[in-house]
């Protein structure tokens, strides 16, 4: 009994708690749209509804499946690899209620999935993966906002630009002389 009263509180708090946050969020997201229609990193506001915020102005490709860098899992070129397998697992955790016991079961590795890429097969071949992507420079207006009165604070916003990756991909690079791939 005593379970089933703990139990119930806890989801009579994850719901008020669910409805707060939800609450909390709507006007955020209102206001957003409202001010501007360009795409906008998510906002950060306090209790007083001021609050940092990102608006992206421009996007322009600066570089198209560039060199990024080295893929982490391989800090060496591999020498002879015929192939090279990129996996993905994900894990899952279950809780259960069940009469007056509470059952948590977690499985670290509950699916996978990957795939194969040719590498550099040969006596004297060098190899290694590395990402590449497209790379955009972009351009956002950035500072503390007023979602009240829906416009920047006294201290006004300013312009800032980034570079950014998009449509990242594994590329294998071969080589015969090791130190190209380092």
Do not use: Q
Not at 23 to 43: L, W
Not at 57 to 81: C, G, M, Q, V
Not at 122 to 138: C, I, K, Q, T, W
Request: glycine share 8%; hydrophobic share 35%; with cysteine.
């Amino acid at each position: 009994m005593r379970l089933i009263k703990k139990t119930s509180r806890m989801v009579a708090f994850l719901l008020s708690a669910s409805c707060m946050l939800s609450i909390f969020i709507s006007p955020v997201s209102a206001a957003s749209a409202e001010y501007h229609n360009h795409t906008s990193i998510p906002d950060r506001i306090g209790g007083s509804n001021i609050g940092y915020r990102e608006i992206e102005i421009s996007r322009t490709l600066y570089e198209s499946n560039a060199f990024l860098a080295w893929h982490p899992d391989f800090p060496e070129p591999k020498r002879n690899a015929s192939y090279y397998y990129f996996g993905t697992s994900s894990a899952s955790m279950t809780v259960s209620f069940g009469g007056s016991i509470m059952t948590i079961t977690f499985d670290p590795a509950s699916s996978h999935s990957g795939y194969v890429v040719e590498g550099a097969p040969g006596e004297n071949m060098y190899s290694r993966p590395a990402l590449h992507g497209d790379v955009y420079e972009v351009t956002y207006e950035v500072g503390m906002y007023d979602f009240n009165l829906n416009r920047w604070t006294g201290t006004g916003s300013s312009m800032v630009t980034r570079y950014v990756a998009t449509d990242v991909d594994i590329v294998i690079h071969k080589s015969t002389d090791e130190d190209s791939l380092k």
